[in-house]
């Protein structure tokens, strides 16, 4: 069974500091990865996606990198910042299905001053 | 383009009311999907289309579910009739291209907020 597990759950960290979100996935066979914010009370947007022969991707502050040979993914956030208090989704897709998508559980990140 | 559109953005209705949800996809994009959210069971995919035909509905719940694409620019979500445990945040997300391409990103609405009473 197609599963994504993310970690921690939640996390709270101060300003300015940096943090790691992880998520392993069992996913197969494997197309890509992608990384979600989630604002209370908006929709989830993307900040990275990632093919299985790409190791790092960027995006401002937002790193996410992929080991396919281990099935696992960070996302790293440097200097955080009070709008990043948000949920982080995990999302891996197969290459057998456009639409089914897994979707991880989520990390609820809370950046307090 | 404004994005996803969806409405209405709040909806309280009473258990065995009709209920229908609206969205409307960025322009030129060929996949539509419905989400529902909930606290206990996060994110859900519950059908998707691909140039208005749908392609997978087996995470429609149960057959009080029904979606429909009549075009390009518009598709709905209903429930009928609806239940207490249909309360939840439902999305409609819209994206460009197929699974391992740059355009596969989904592009996700504000949601509706549904409460059945």
């Known amino acids: 069974k197609n599963q994504v597990e993310q970690s921690p759950q939640s996390l709270i960290i101060l300003e300015g500091k940096n943090c790691t979100l992880q998520c392993n996935y069992t996913v197969s066979p494997f197309s890509n990865l992608r990384w979600y914010k989630q604002d209370t009370g908006r929709g989830p947007v993307s900040l990275t996606i990632?093919?299985?022969?790409?190791n790092t991707k960027s995006n401002g502050r937002y790193t996410a990198t992929l080991d396919a040979d281990t099935k696992q993914s960070s996302l790293h956030i440097t200097a955080s910042q009070l709008s990043d208090s948000a949920s982080y989704i995990c999302?891996?897709?197969?290459?057998?299905?456009?639409?089914?998508?897994?979707f991880g559980d989520g990390t609820t990140l809370t950046v307090k001053p | 383009d404004a994005g996803v559109i969806q409405s209405p953005r709040h909806e309280v209705t009473e258990m065995g009311q009709e209920v229908t949800l609206r969205c409307k996809p960025i322009s030129g994009h060929d996949y539509l999907f419905w989400y529902r959210q909930t606290m206990m069971r996060g994110l859900e995919l519950l059908i998707y289309f691909n140039n208005n035909v749908p392609i997978d509905d087996s995470g429609m719940p149960e057959d009080r579910f029904s979606a429909k694409m009549p075009n390009a620019s518009f598709s709905t979500l209903k429930i009928q009739p609806s239940e207490p445990r249909d309360s939840a945040v439902y999305f409609c997300?819209?994206?460009?291209?197929?699974?391992?391409?740059?355009?596969?990103?989904?592009?996700f609405g504000p949601g509706t907020r549904l409460l059945v009473l």
């Open positions: 997300a819209s994206s460009g291209g197929l699974a391992g391409t740059a355009q596969e990103t989904q592009y």
């Open positions: 999302v891996v897709s197969p290459n057998t299905n456009a639409g089914k998508s897994t």
């Open positions: 990632m093919t299985f022969s790409e």
